[in-house]
Nanobody
Framework: QVQLVESGGGLVQAGGSLRLSCAAS????????IGWFRQAPGKEREFVTA????????SYSDSVKGRFTISRDNAKNTVYLQMNSLKPEDTAVYFC??????????????????WGQGTQVTVSS
């Protein structure tokens, strides 16, 4: 299996930027597609973005499209989430997740078998 650790969260003003990282250890990182999800207090976990094993396929939720960019560096076993033009409604705990169905950048949470512990992102108005 693969272990995932998120980092890069913090407090930022609206309009600012953050870059989250998802570092993987364990099995060969390029065997996995990676997704980012987020969960705000009192709300269900929601899909943010995903990337397949090579980076050739990505998907984004409508709420972040044009503001967030997902990328990966398989040599460093890391996926990045660049978040620009942040809004207060982006405030949430952000989780990365891995799926062995590596060719698909799925938006569905059950698709992913392995999850990190999450990193808090807080956007102040």
């Amino acid at each position: 299996q693969v272990q995932l650790v998120e980092s890069g969260g913090g407090l930022v003003q609206a309009g600012g930027s953050l870059r989250l990282s998802c570092a993987a250890s364990g099995r060969t990182f390029s065997n996995y597609a990676i997704g980012w999800f987020r969960q705000a207090p009192g709300k269900e976990r929601e899909f943010v973005t995903a990337i397949n094993w090579s980076g050739a396929a990505t998907s984004y939720s409508d709420s972040v499209k044009g503001r967030f960019t997902i990328s990966r560096d398989n040599a460093k076993n890391t996926v990045y989430l660049q978040m620009n033009s942040l809004k207060p409604e982006d405030t949430a705990v952000y989780f990365c997740a891995a799926s062995s169905s590596r060719h698909i950048a799925s938006s569905r949470a059950p698709f992913y078998a392995y999850w990190g512990q999450g990193t808090q992102v807080t956007v102040s108005s």
